[in-house]
């Protein structure tokens, strides 16, 4: 059984580029979260998507945008890079949004900007 | 604010020592609360969970956590570390509103363990 699976696993941007993290959730989960984790920091929630549609977002600028498909996969998109988007890239997937879905992590995805 | 509170940043303990890492909330109401270990390269694992009911919760791995609401704590523990057990451990909190996706991270407690 696949745990939830991101990529890629290393990424190296230029400030002002734009780029797309990707995201596969646990079997049988539908809801996938997006955290950032700065260096030396716990993670931040970005946003939750869940039947396709954003559902909760953390404080977090229009330049961070996502996407859910309808098998359940995410997309973590970012806009105009700054060099303080430089992170590990969480993504968490979940059975519904109920507090006894705990969440699954995948090993994250790290965000380099240049 | 809803804030989660790690007073340590990094603890050392030798092999077969006890432990015991903090964690404070502070929340309106009563929170859920977890606690997390992310070894290095790697995601985030939940070791256990408190939602309601017995104050002292079991997880994976042995390690347990006692919930105190006068301390407004709920410390992580362990009886005799091994030293697979160093990484980096992370409790945090979320509103007993039913999301769970939103939850709010302590800055994390690096252990270090010395054989």
């Known amino acids: 059984d696949a745990g939830v699976t991101q990529s890629p696993t290393h990424l190296i941007k230029t400030r002002g580029q734009q780029v797309t993290l990707r995201c596969s959730p646990k079997?049988?989960?539908?809801?996938v979260s997006w955290y950032q984790q700065a260096l030396g920091q716990g993670p931040q929630f970005i946003f939750q998507?869940?039947?396709?549609?954003?559902?909760q977002r953390g404080n977090f600028p229009d330049r961070f945008s996502g996407h859910q498909f309808p098998n359940y996969s995410s997309e973590l998109n970012v806009n105009a890079l700054l060099l303080g988007d430089s992170a590990l890239y969480l993504c968490a997937s979940s059975g519904r949004t109920g507090f006894n879905s705990p969440l699954h992590f995948g090993n994250g995805t790290r965000l380099t900007v240049t | 604010a809803q804030s989660v509170t790690q007073p340590d940043i990094h603890i050392t303990v030798s092999e077969g020592a006890s432990l015991e890492l903090r964690c404070n909330y502070s929340?309106?109401?009563?929170?859920?609360l977890f606690w997390y270990v992310q070894s290095p390269g790697q995601g985030l694992q939940l070791l256990l969970k408190y939602f309601s009911g017995d104050t002292l919760v079991q997880g994976i791995k042995g390690f347990e956590a006692e919930f105190k609401r006068s301390q407004s704590s709920f410390n992580l523990r362990k009886p005799s570390v091994h030293w697979s057990d160093a990484a980096e451990y992370f409790c945090?909190?979320?509103?007993?509103?039913?999301?769970?996706?939103?939850?709010?991270f302590g800055t994390g407690t690096r252990l270090q363990v010395t054989l």
């Open positions: 079997s049988g989960h539908d809801t």
């Open positions: 945090a909190g979320l509103p007993n509103t039913g999301t769970a996706s939103k939850l709010t």
């Open positions: 929340y309106g109401a009563t929170p859920y």
């Open positions: 998507y869940y039947e396709e549609e954003e559902r």
